[in-house]
């Protein structure tokens, strides 16, 4: 991390897991741990459980997001939320891109783009996620992959919008498997995107650019990790369901 150029932020990603009931014993569990972070501290949660949590990270620092959201403002897009509809229940981060909703949903880096833009222009702050799978790592071609899923994500994106947006760099093969991508790992690819943010965008606009590391980081590994220049937080699926770790997390953010 560069504390001095840029944010550091550490993001819970609860995916399908917790009822409203559950919800509200995690924050109730979270809040107490981070209220001293020096970091910005997201917990992205499911739509059903937005209520609850803004409710709960009132008269705190905690942000709170959504898993996803639409590109149309409403219609007749059945089972679908829109980037509005967050908004005005007060929610400020919304996740796009997620390798699940790329592998399980058949979301593609078009759409991914459709949906930044609908996110931005309701005002909300986008978690970006990037990254590949064990195959195209093995081909050799992660730099490129990830650069090309950012600069279409990013298509019509201004440099003023931009300061609104977070790319969390998720090697497929390290999300809930156990396994990290090693300090170096993560780090090189962090800075290939900020590379890919300068080219875009300028220097001063990548210099001051949060790119996190997700995929298996944990209370244990998460200091070293944090520890790389390039690499300005976290993205956390599994970690973030146990107060206790995702405070460690934070923690070790703060420093
Ligand atoms: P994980 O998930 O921390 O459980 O690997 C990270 C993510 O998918 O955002």
């Not at 219609?75 to 005005?88: K, N, Q, R």
Request: hydrophobic letters at 40%; aromatic letters at 6%; a negative charge.
């Amino acid at each position: 991390m560069n504390k001095k150029l840029r944010k550091a932020v550490i993001a819970g990603n609860w995916k399908m897991n917790k009822t409203p009931a559950e919800a509200k014993e995690l924050m109730d569990g979270i809040k107490p741990l981070v209220k001293d972070a020096d970091c910005d501290v997201v917990v992205c949660v499911p739509y059903v459980d937005l209520c609850t949590v803004l409710e709960a990270a009132k008269g705190t620092k905690i942000g709170v997001g959504a898993e996803n959201c639409h590109w149309e403002n409403s219609g007749a897009f059945t089972g679908e939320v829109s980037a509005p509809m967050l908004t005005s229940m007060g929610v400020q981060y919304v996740i796009i891109g997620h390798s699940e909703r790329r592998t399980y949903f058949g979301e593609t880096d078009a759409t991914v783009n459709k949906r930044i833009r609908a996110a931005l222009n309701a005002g909300l702050n986008v978690i970006l996620c990037v990254g590949e799978s064990l195959e195209q790592r093995e081909q050799g071609i992660t730099a490129e992959l990830v650069a090309m899923q950012t600069k279409i994500a990013l298509g019509g994106v201004t440099k003023d919008e931009l300061k609104k947006v977070i790319i969390a760099y998720e090697p497929i093969w390290a999300i809930g498997t156990g396994k990290t991508a090693t300090a170096e790992q993560a780090n090189e690819v962090c800075a290939a995107i900020r590379s890919v943010i300068e080219g875009l965008y300028g220097k001063d606009a990548a210099d001051a650019f949060t790119v996190q590391y997700g995929g298996s980081m944990n209370a244990k590994n998460a200091a070293e990790l944090l520890a790389q220049p390039d690499v300005d937080g976290g993205l956390i699926g599994g970690a973030s369901l146990k107060p206790a770790d995702f405070a460690e997390i934070v923690k070790a953010a703060s420093k």
